[in-house]
């Protein structure tokens, strides 16, 4: 069975603070490995793709890293506006020519002025 | 482009009343997936439809039924509606592999 774990649950950095939050997975026969931002009262919104260990991707202040068997997306410098819950999902074959996505459930990042 | 459009957004059920929610994608993607998500649980799938015609269970089915009514619309029933189903819904649709999903903007369902 597919597993997305994602640490911390919640992280509260001061504005300029970077860190980095961890998504570990195990999965049969990955196929990608996703990262979504997600604002309250809305629906997840697409950040990167990752698909092969050593892979990296940057976007403005988030840059999304990926092992073999977990991925980072560190945030350098936050500022208050990129205060979200952020989804890691792998993408894995589900047989008949489909795809399923499975999520983690999420790290609630707070940025204080 | 409206994208992905859920309807409706809010909702109160007694419990044992039925609904229905809907979901329409101008996309033209093949793949539609149904969501619920629940505090510290995050997203679990529902039913997903992989193209036109074929629906199949994902990981927490019980309780609801899908209908793929044409390529651009995915359809979720609750035929006698719990409390245990109170949730936020999401449909996402993609196009197919190494691509990503789009999501909607939701539907928050309260089941009293």
């Known amino acids: 069975e597919d597993q997305v774990t994602q640490s911390p649950e919640a992280l509260r950095l001061q504005e300029g603070e970077s860190s980095s939050l961890n998504c570990s997975y195990t999965v049969s026969g990955l196929r990608g490995l996703f990262w979504y931002r997600q604002d309250p009262g809305k629906g997840p919104e697409f950040l990167f793709t990752?698909?092969?260990a050593g892979e990296e991707k940057e976007k403005e202040r988030l840059k999304a890293t990926l092992t073999k068997k977990e991925s980072f997306l560190h945030i350098t410098a936050p500022k208050p506006e990129d205060s979200a819950t952020y989804l890691c999902?792998?993408?894995?074959?589900?047989?008949?020519?489909?795809?399923?996505?499975?999520f983690g459930k999420g790290t609630k990042l707070s940025v204080i002025p | 482009n409206a994208g992905v459009t859920q309807t409706p957004k809010f909702q109160v059920l007694k419990t044992g009343q039925s609904m229905t929610l809907q979901c329409a994608q101008d996309?033209?993607?093949?793949?539609m997936y149904w969501y619920r998500q629940d505090p510290g649980m995050g997203l679990r799938l529902i039913y997903y439809?992989?193209?036109?015609?074929?629906?199949d269970k994902g990981e927490v089915p019980n309780g609801y039924n899908v209908s793929r009514l044409n390529k651009r619309e995915f359809s979720l029933r609750l035929e006698s509606a719990a409390p245990s189903q109170t949730s936020v819904y999401f449909c996402?649709?993609?196009?197919?592999?190494?691509?990503?999903?789009?999501f909607g903007q939701g539907t928050r369902l309260t089941v009293v």
């Open positions: 439809s992989a193209s036109e015609g074929t629906t």
């Open positions: 990752l698909y092969s």
């Open positions: 999902a792998v993408q894995a074959f589900a047989g008949a020519g489909s795809y399923q996505l499975t």
């Open positions: 996309m033209n993607h093949n793949s």
């Open positions: 996402a649709t993609y196009s197919g592999l190494n691509t990503e999903a789009f």
